[in-house]
């Protein structure tokens, strides 16, 4: 790897962040992408390995040796590794910080644009647009807008930037002085809604939030315990679902939604935390009852929900 030290004067050095956990074949993936871009000559990719035990630290050290490896111990979940390669980054004299996890193909040129838009824009803060598919018809990522109180990822127009409230943390381009105003992510949410909560710091300390468009990095579809493509089908004993309530690191945990709504809207967001649990638990609760039941038959009750859906829609 380039030493940031030997780089000239008034030179961005720019850092890439992936967080990666027994994803090799993803993984792999997506560095190949950055490796044909030129990104890994270009610019510092720091891969933070949070103790896989597939052997994905030893396949990008043998395949890409430019990619800067760091190790977690297994507990260091999006928000850690993101932390510990900001840590290395800023030590390392980073002017742009990048997040972007694994799972996420990034066009050429995508990088290019996110640090030229800082350079240019200062006090902000940007992140790409991406799609679950090569027709980029299914919005996968990108700039969120607050409705009624929670954000609502929202297409930008193809070709163009614009701001918005919030970003999703896939791919995300910061200035170092972020870290100079307002830290370094905290470990409170440890997985999900860390990115979020970092970049509602930010704006509340004067950062304006910007999404791209003009590239259109594409989003590997997966599965995830703590986010289910189908809460129905998802495999597991049926309280499963409602166990995730109590994980810190899921989508649906208390935790996640408390600091996050009150981070954001004080008194008002505690109000937003109740509404969103009355209306959640009860759709839980049934959930979960359906889990009771094998998956063919689960299968057989959402078929019947989208027919009766479609008829309504008809109608």
Not at 146 to 151: K, S
């Amino acid at each position: 790897m380039k030493s940031a030290s030997n780089l000239p004067e008034n030179t961005s050095s720019v850092f890439i962040i992936i967080p990666v956990h027994n994803r090799r074949d993803i993984t792999l993936q997506c560095l190949k992408t950055l490796y044909q871009n030129g990104d890994l000559e270009s610019h510092e990719v720091v891969v933070v390995d949070d103790g896989s035990t597939d052997g994905t630290a030893e396949a990008v050290q043998a395949s890409y040796p430019l990619v800067k490896v760091l190790y977690g111990n297994g507990q260091l979940w999006w928000t850690g590794a993101i932390e510990k390669g900001m840590r290395y980054a800023k030590q390392q004299g980073a002017t742009h910080i990048i997040w972007l996890n694994d799972d996420c193909l990034v066009p050429e040129g995508t990088f290019q644009n996110l640090v030229k838009f800082i350079d240019e824009h200062p006090q902000s803060i940007i992140g790409g647009q991406g799609y679950s598919d090569d027709t980029y018809t299914h919005l996968a990522f990108g700039g969120k807008y607050l409705n009624r109180g929670y954000y609502q990822l929202s297409r930008c127009k193809e070709g163009t930037t614009s701001p918005c409230d919030m970003l999703s943390g896939n791919l995300v381009c910061l200035p170092q002085s972020v870290i100079e105003i307002v830290g370094f992510p905290k470990t409170t949410l440890p997985h999900y809604g860390g990115d979020t909560l970092y970049l509602i710091q930010a704006r509340k300390a004067g950062f304006k939030l910007f999404v791209d468009a003009r590239t259109a990095p594409i989003d590997i579809p997966g599965n995830s315990d703590l986010q289910p493509v189908s809460w129905m089908l998802e495999d597991g004993e049926p309280f499963k679902i409602i166990k995730l309530i109590f994980q810190p690191q899921s989508i649906l945990s208390w935790r996640v939604w408390w600091v996050l709504l009150t981070s954001d809207h004080g008194i008002w967001g505690s109000v937003l935390f109740i509404l969103k649990y009355f209306l959640l638990l009860p759709k839980l609760a049934i959930i979960t009852s359906l889990r009771l039941l094998p998956i063919p038959a689960r299968k057989q009750v959402m078929l019947i929900k989208k027919r009766t859906t479609a008829d309504n829609l008809d109608c």
